[in-house]
């Protein structure tokens, strides 16, 4: 079967180049260290101290490391002369030595330990930040696919990259206290020897960070076929997806596209992959040709006598871990810059704009004046044509209100508004006389109760599953028990082994899978966790069951909400001819309104559509 995977999305040309300059995408440094700071101070402070610890340890090794051996030197010559060679001056410097060899190995265990325990607070942290920031944004952010792009990069590469640029920037500050501590015993060979050691690691470095540059663009570039691959992966190995997957034999198709995918994102990986490693193994190489270069040089002084052996033994050893210190001072200079940069997508996801917090307003002047739509209009975002269009609406409380409406004709729209999921381009709507915008929104949240058609089925526990429709009671089992009686589910409770106890769905252990007519009883007691409710909303929850069985709940909705503003969404005119109030909508607007008995005798759309359904059951 030949891959469609190049048909997910047009093909956008090369990937963009970051267009920040080289210093200016440090700004986020200064961010991450306090990000770093505020999780643990004291842990912090402690890293920063052993870093200090060892920066300097290498250096001094290295000198007494040149003492021993020109004690050494000495002693053969004494012994020599004398017969008797001095061995307390070695003992005393080989001991010394030891201790700075014991001291260095317990403070990278230090950074070590440091550095793990707060990889694994910070990274909390940061996943905290990315989710408590998806928890403020509206449902329209959501339903928009550049502000997914955001949230994919955050959360696929950003929420590490804060301990990274941390580790790194501690690691530059260790090598270049060992470089200077480098420098000033270099500097007592010649002046030449410190600045050989500083340029030979330009080149590669300069490579690094435009292949950094590269990498980063390549990521932003790839964001939009990253999700079709995680999703793909979704409707592969997700249960609720594998029974179509296997009817229609959609696994070879959905495999091919994912494969596509990742063929084309290979190609592009493999070809920067092979320009970073070619050149940063030719440009390395000039720092290897120094590093011999200096061996010599300090060889030749050793031989012209102008150094001790035990001299020429620690400025080969300067050299070398000099050229290690700037290789590494330079890479951690060149991996900020690139933490930085992948950095500027968690910011970018976290500085999305949050929405404006409108009211403060936990009560209306008119109590009794139930909900009104005035002039309401409404188009998506990005849509060319207005989902409702002067929408006029009264609804007083001990009504119920009825929707009726082919799909797509703005049913579910209004109801969003009314929750304030969603805000009118135009036209407002009040609530007890106050404009939705002026109500407190959890006051405004806590007097509805809506159940969608699209409703969640948590992996939770069966009582857990009622108990989100109130979070204040989410674990109160009285609360669950007066709710599943109500949404008519309370016999369901008594046949599972655990009862309220019973895990659902089939991700855990021992978990419990519910048909379609069972999770709907579950959704319809969530509408009866907000005791405080006086507005329920049904919107074709009980899409799955027959009609029979829907006529009896809705007949007991409506007993139990009596004094209440009930409004239910239903293709099945047998149930909704109960409510005191329908409405018919079509391409977002009001196009008959009435009880069951005036649409009827009105002979228009309602009527044609009650007896074509009644038709059916005869």
Sequence with gaps: ??????????????????????FSVFRYSRRALALVWSTNPGLTAVLAVLTLIAGLLPAAMAWVGALIIDAVVAATAAAASSGTPEMAQIFKLVALEAAIVAFLAGAQRGLSLCKALLRAQLGQRVNMMILEKAVRLELAQFEDSEFYDKLTRARREASSRPLSLVNRTFGLAQNLISLVSYGVLLVQFSWWAVLVLLLAGLPAFVAETRFSNDAFALFRWRSPDTR?????????????????????????????????????LYARDRALAIRRDGWGFVLGLLGTVALYGAYAWVTIAAVAARITLGQMTMYVMLFRQGQAAVTASLSAISGMYEDNLYLSTLYEYLETPDPAQLGTLTAGPRPQDGIRFEGVCFTYPGARRPALQQVDLHIRPGQSLAIVGENGSGKTTLIK??????????GRILLDGLPLNDWEEDALRERIGVIFQDFSRYQFTLGENIGVGDVTHFEDEQRWREAALKGMADELVDELPAGFATQLGKWFKDGTELSGGQWQKIALARAFMRTRADILVLDEPTAAMDAGAEATIFEHFRQLTRNRIAILISHRFSTVRMASQIIVMEAGQIIERGSHAELMALDGRYARLFSLQAEGYR
């Design 417 to 426: 508004l009314l929750t304030r999921l969603y805000r009118p381009t135009s």
């Design 228 to 264: 079709m691959q995680i999703y793909l992966e979704t409707v592969l190995a997700r249960e609720d997806n594998v029974k179509e997957v296997k009817l229609f034999s959609l696994g070879r198709l959905l495999l091919d596209r994912y494969r596509g995918i990742f063929k084309r």
């Design 1 to 22: 079967m030949a891959s469609t995977a190049p048909k997910l999305r047009a093909e956008q040309g090369p990937p963009p180049q970051a267009g920040d300059g080289f």
